[in-house]
């Protein structure tokens, strides 16, 4: 049996990740992704990092980013984790010395198991709906029916999830 944990990803603000914090999220979610509507500069993502509780997981969201720009993130930013959403390889994510979740946009083409092979090094594989064009924060649930039982990762759901 899994514990069920919450991450509320694209806090844009310190106040938000103060309710969510309060309100007893595991993680929060920063996007290091210049076109989302929920980006956050690196001064900002610091301030929130800097005022979150030791027990929150401060992790950072990038989409196809440049090395020099994760190192610089990195170097202000005391992320726990990073959330690569784009076409990342496994040796692309594995660089940085930082646990990684890496996301896949499900689709019936997708074989999950062999996705958790691909990226052997990740700590999770997080699972969004595959809409063409955007790399996730759909608010869609795709079919879970997708997920094999027997997947050998952890899975993180995402995607128009609620309270049922």
């Known amino acids: 049996m899994y514990r069920t944990r919450i991450k509320i990803c694209g806090i844009t603000n310190l106040q938000d990740a103060k309710v969510a914090i309060d309100e007893g999220v595991d993680a929060i979610g920063l996007v290091f992704c210049e076109n989302s509507p929920r ?22 969201l990038f989409v196809d980013a440049e090395k020099e720009y994760i190192n610089n993130v990195l170097k202000e930013v005391a992320l726990d984790t990073l ?10 994510c594995a660089l940085y010395n930082k646990p990684y979740i890496k996301a896949i946009r499900m689709n019936e083409n997708i074989n999950l198991s062999e996705e958790a092979e691909k990226y052997f090094s990740a700590h999770a594989l997080l699972l969004d709906t595959y809409i063409e064009g955007l790399p996730g924060g759909t608010g869609i649930v795709f079919d879970w029916d997708l997920i094999p039982k027997d997947i050998a990762k952890p899975i993180i759901l995402a995607g128009g999830l609620n309270a049922s």
């Open 39 to 60: 980006y956050i500069n690196i001064s900002r993502a610091k301030e929130i990092v800097e005022n979150t509780t030791p027990f929150v997981n401060c992790v950072g």
């Open 83 to 92: 959330q690569f959403h784009g076409q990342e390889s496994e040796q692309a």
